[in-house]
């Protein structure tokens, strides 16, 4: 089961709302291929509703959408794909979730940093020269995968971690519950794709996203332990 979060809001000195930032994850895949019209998809209807009822900008961050579509899913047009509810389904949850937000504090401290993880690169593939960035041969003819992640830390107590493909909930689940920080969120498709991130068990049975990965069944394992490791070290 996955929860919506909801990363601290912003206000001015008379709390007034600057904006609010809501993590959660799904797929904008509402509306499929015979749709020709430029639209936000779920997140764009969302977020549009918030902004609304709040009257400050929205920022919304998808999570690990990896195995998890709407409920309503690849419909021609906005109106069959009930497109509209998603203002009640999601929109009413960040809401609420909005008014549960008590503390504040006007002492805020960042820190970035960046790590690389590394793991085998699923066979038969060819990977393209211009992300060679994002590969690394070993010898014995052996390619690894390097994915990039990104960590923002606000102050030792939240932390928003990203990386360029689309995660399976249960891998950011997991490891948001080994995680040191009160706040842990994951921010899905972070400054790219490099496809999709399954957990071990999916690329054993099979199917579309383990198909379209380019990484093997230890995928999940590598960066499960390499995240969780980097953030005990960031609160030492």
């Known amino acids: 089961m ?16 600057i904006a609010l930032i ?25 977020t549009q509703y918030v902004e609304e009822k709040i009257g400050a900008p929205v920022l919304f961050i998808n999570g690990a959408e990896g195995d998890l579509a709407p409920i309503y899913s690849v419909y021609p047009d906005p109106e069959s794909g009930h497109l509209s509810e998603f203002r009640a389904l999601l929109g009413n949850r960040i809401l609420q979730a909005n008014e549960k937000i008590l503390n504040f ?19 038969g593939l060819i990977w393209p020269s211009d992300l060679g960035r994002y590969i690394h041969a070993v010898e014995g003819g ?3 995968v390097r994915i990039p992640v990104r960590f923002l830390v ?24 080994h995680s040191p920080f009160p706040n842990t969120f994951y921010f899905g498709l972070l400054n790219g794709w490099l496809g999709y991130l399954p957990t071990g068990q999916a690329v ?33």
């Open 154 to 177: 606000i102050n030792k107590e939240t932390v928003l971690w990203g990386a360029p493909i689309k995660m399976f909930c249960e891998i950011a689940m997991d490891i948001r519950g």
């Open 105 to 123: 504090t006007t002492d805020v401290h960042l820190g970035e940093s960046e790590q690389f993880v590394e793991t085998p690169l699923r066979a």
């Open 204 to 236: 054993r049975e099979k199917g579309y996203e383990p198909s379209t990965s380019p990484v093997t069944e230890r995928g999940e394992e590598d960066v499960r332990q390499r995240v969780i490791t980097y953030l005990n070290g960031l609160v030492r």
């Open 22 to 46: 809501a993590n959660y994850p799904i797929h904008g895949t509402d509306l499929g291929p015979p749709n020709l019209k430029i639209n936000g998809d779920v997140p764009g209807v969302v």
């Open 142 to 144: 052996t390619s690894l």
């Open 2 to 17: 996955t929860r919506l979060l909801v990363l601290p809001r912003l206000e001015d000195l008379h709390g007034g709302v």
